[in-house]
């Protein structure tokens, strides 16, 4: 992989990763239709969701180190005997509906070398088909979380999660392991579904992208060869400080568009992505040839 491929993966994981149009669906489509597909794909993706988690961080550090400050009395609380789930506070509360939504992963899980299959064939079609379930999901959630007066008052906020809320969220994180299901765009989805404010509903769907993504990243790099990753270096910590920048941008470009009402358009551009992509796997099965770019 040359420095000028780790920079153009870099940015279009950055972006996609948060804006509500599935990174995985993105990356997929860039690595077959330039060839790069194997182990050493899934290795520089890894690393680009690294970025990412680094721009996560640096978006939501005084929420995260709140939660954090919050998590080490919650332990002392549990050892003493003093935690009570109906008096918790409104972090403690989120911290635990994050614990529940990522729960569902692990059934999920089960199923993982059938995903990974699906991000290192050759058939575009499914990521085609699951753009067309992103934008369906998109134009859904976007009736969601409007209004004013008492409706609105009565929108939830992330502190203020319940168990059902939940594991729906989770669920439908699970199901964005389809490459071309946007995981953010799902779990915003799903938390505006259940009454989540708008904004709430992002930093709800970033934060919970944290413990999802390092768990991911470790388990794909413990299987990595040291050789592969030495011989890539540069372009992987190239691409690293690329999508962790793109991703800090694309943070503070979907909370911009939340806050004035304009989720909406994604729905479209995976709406006509997906039409795209389609046509593009039926030629590619039809003719028999596969499109690749640059050679």
Known sequence: MSIIEAILQGILQGLTEFLPVSSSGHLSLFQHFTGLDGESAVTMTIVFHLGTLAAVFIAFWDKIKKLIA???????????????WKTMNPERRMIMMIIVSILPLFVFYIFKDFFERLSSDS??????????????????????????????????????????????????????LVPGISRSGSTISAALFTGMKREDAVEYSFILGIPVILAGAVVKLGEASAAELSANLVPLLVGFVVSAVAGYFAIRLIKMLVTNDKFHVFAWYTLVLGIIVIGLGLYEKIGGVRILIGK
Do not use: N, W
């Open 70 to 84: 919050e998590a080490f009395r919650m332990l002392g609380d549990i050892f003493t005997g003093k935690f009570k």
């Open 123 to 176: 058939d575009i079609i499914i990521e085609g088909i699951a753009f067309l379930y992103t934008s369906a999901l998109l134009f859904l959630s976007g009736r969601c979380g409007r209004g004013s007066g008492a409706h609105y008052a009565s929108e939830k906020t992330a502190g203020e999660t319940t168990v059902p809320a939940a594991l729906t969220i989770g669920v439908f994180q699970g199901i964005a």
